[in-house]
């Protein structure tokens, strides 16, 4: 196995991995503070777009890894609007559409413009996961793990986009390896002390929290909305 091939299997085992640790963070705390949905929405409509780009210029390492990625997608959109009560029905189908348009985007204009395609819906949730780590009042919902894997991944992807001369994941990966890394960075100052920037109110009775999300049972905040 020579070294592209090598490293495109790697990227393509970490991307299945990405979504793993924020699924189990989900599971083990139902907390959602800090997670966006919107950027699982958006998620989901990637996997299936980048699915089908794999199928397009025949490699296989995209479309197990969206594949599996996908699966994960939907079982994080399941804990999320299960915490929020809202229909999954209506959730799937938000990246059902957008993921339609982007395969119809990749068939129509070619890789290069599929890579800038993608990268709308991609850059839309992860700077909608940005928001939510600057302004939530805690982050116990989001998983560490999750944020530094996805870091790595889209390095991964950059480094082999280039290598193998797809342009669409190239360019995609280049420009969400600067969003997520701004996300782990951020991320990082918050659980070093960093307070919330305008942070969003909250219902009445919540528990007090620092901004690593370590609840403090003693006191009891009364905000209302």
Request: with cysteine; aromatic share 12%; charged share 10%.
């Amino acid at each position: 196995m020579d070294f592209v091939l090598w490293l495109g299997w790697v990227a393509a085992v970490t991307a299945t991995l990405v979504g793993l640790p924020q699924a189990v963070r989900l599971w083990k705390t139902r907390r959602w503070d800090g997670v966006s949905a919107v950027n699982w929405e958006l998620r989901l409509a990637c996997n299936l777009g980048w699915f089908a780009h794999g199928l397009i210029i025949g490699q296989w390492n995209i479309i197990v890894t969206n594949i599996l990625a996908a699966l994960i997608s939907v079982v994080v959109l399941w804990l999320l609007y299960h915490l929020f009560d809202v229909s999954l029905v209506r959730t799937l189908g938000i990246g059902v559409v957008v993921g339609a348009a982007m395969i119809v985007g990749d068939i129509w204009f070619g890789s290069a413009a599929f890579g800038l395609i993608a990268c709308v819906p991609s850059l839309i949730g992860n700077c909608g996961q940005s928001v939510d780590l600057v302004r939530s009042r805690r982050l116990n919902g989001v998983s560490p793990a999750y944020l530094s894997v996805y870091c790595v991944n889209q390095v991964l992807w950059l480094s082999w986009g280039m290598l193998v001369h797809d342009s669409g994941t190239a360019i995609c990966s280049a420009i969400i390896c600067a969003v997520v890394t701004f996300n782990m960075a951020w991320y990082l100052l918050r659980y070093a002390g960093v307070p919330a920037f305008h942070p969003r109110p909250e219902p009445a009775g919540t528990w007090v929290t620092d901004p690593r999300g370590d609840y403090d049972e003693v006191a009891l905040e009364k905000c209302s909305l």
